[in-house]
């Protein structure tokens, strides 16, 4: 099983990167994604540490969205800051989930990464459109740690 920075090549990580930045042209939302090798605790537990940790929970809609992942564990979350889930439905984020588990198990990682994105951009952009003016408030980069 490849580790957390290996497991995308450079080609890859630039199709996500691109991906956040295409999502976040329609919405004021921002979307990260974090890999790790493992992940200390459950998935959830460990991407609300990441979402505090990567300064998500500051921006100024409290509209940030976090997917987490921790490759080696087989595991993953996502997450969004308060001002969504007051707005969303409970299973806002399950539909998300499951069409990215769908292709993480055919190993289509990237793509399934990127589909996420895609689906989290379009429906943050019916509660959070983009303004004129809106700032990229977090970094578009994919983030690691082992
Ligand atoms: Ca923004
Ligand atoms: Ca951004």
Redesign the pocket.
């Known amino acids: 099983m490849p580790g957390a920075s290996d497991l995308f090549n450079e080609e890859q990580r630039q199709a996500i990167v691109k991906a956040i930045a295409v999502a976040?042209r329609a919405?004021?939302?921002?979307i990260r994604v974090h890999i790790e090798d493992h992940s200390k605790g459950d998935a959830l537990t460990r991407a609300k540490y990441h979402f505090h940790g990567l300064k998500m929970d500051r921006?100024a809609l409290a509209n940030g969205v976090l997917i987490y992942l921790a490759v080696k564990d087989h595991t993953f979350a996502i997450i969004g800051d308060k001002g969504i889930n007051e707005k969303v439905p409970a299973d806002f984020w399950d539909t998300i989930k499951n069409k990215m588990e769908a292709a993480f198990r055919e190993g289509r990682f990237t793509e399934g990464l990127c589909e996420g994105i895609a689906m989290a951009g379009e429906k943050l952009k019916e509660h959070f459109p983009?303004a004129s003016g809106?700032?990229?408030?977090?970094s578009n980069e994919v983030s690691f740690n082992r």
Not at 134 to 138: I, S, T
């Open positions: 976040e919405t004021s939302g921002e921006t983009a809106d700032k990229d408030e977090l």
